[in-house]
């Protein structure tokens, strides 16, 4: 599915489809050149779980930035634990380019400028990711529509035109509610800072608990006023990738 044609041929069969009807068409078309991106949050336990009970020997990568809170790897033990068919695959930054960012900038640089946050976010994570999808034919991600007004239109598979593979995001139409709902219904473990107010969970230093009524993404890089988007879901230009309509 590389093509704009090809998603709206999906679109008509997976719209209004529940999460685990489309998880099911997905690995059953794609498996194993299909993987779940996941940073430990609450839709990415929801999915792993309906995943590893749709087929155990699912794909799910990680990112692990070197700046990740204690708590993320303590939900990554819980999981692997639980879910020991799972193919989990840890993809790490390369260390010289991390090297020569902290000798030039400093360890914190992401605090001095959007810039910098830019520069630190590319090598940690979207190098480290692209590195991950060379190869897939698709991604599957927990992007809900309501966690941001960035999120509002986007649709439960799309063409990531920034890498020709299709993107699907099965939890698209939940609710914050619903995803709790299956969490505790079905005892997935979840990252322990979700009950310290911190609703979106990234790196350490970028990452606070927010206040009530905030937004949901309004612990991250609340320093600075942009979008709060991590470069992950972005192209290299800060905009949303989407499908080509
Ligand atoms: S979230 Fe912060 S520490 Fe993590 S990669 Fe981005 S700028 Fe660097």
Known sequence: MTTKA???????????????????????????????????????????????????????????????????????AAIR?????????????????????????????????????????????????NRALA???SWITGLRRDQTTNRADMRVIELDAERSISKINPLIDWTNDQVWEYIHQNGVPYNALHDKNYPSIGCAPCTRAIAPGEDLRAGRWWWEQSNQECGLHVNEQGELVRSKA
């Open 81 to 129: 634990q639980k879910y020991p068919q799972l193919q989990i695959q840890v993809m790490f930054p390369q260390t010289d380019t991390v090297q020569q960012m902290v000798q030039d900038k400093g360890i914190n640089l992401f605090y001095d400028s959007v810039e910098n946050r830019k520069q630190c976010c590319y090598i940690r994570k979207v190098e480290p990711l």
């Open 6 to 76: 090809d998603i709206d041929i999906a679109l008509t069969q997976l719209q209004g489809k529940s999460p685990q009807e489309v998880l099911t068409w997905t690995l059953e078309q794609l498996h194993p050149h299909v993987a779940l991106a996941s940073s430990f949050g609450a839709e990415d336990v929801v999915l792993i779980d309906m995943m590893a009970k749709i087929r155990p020997d699912a794909c799910v990568f990680t990112l692990d930035t070197g700046r990740l809170p204690y708590e993320t790897y303590d939900v990554l």
């Open 135 to 137: 190869g897939l034919k």
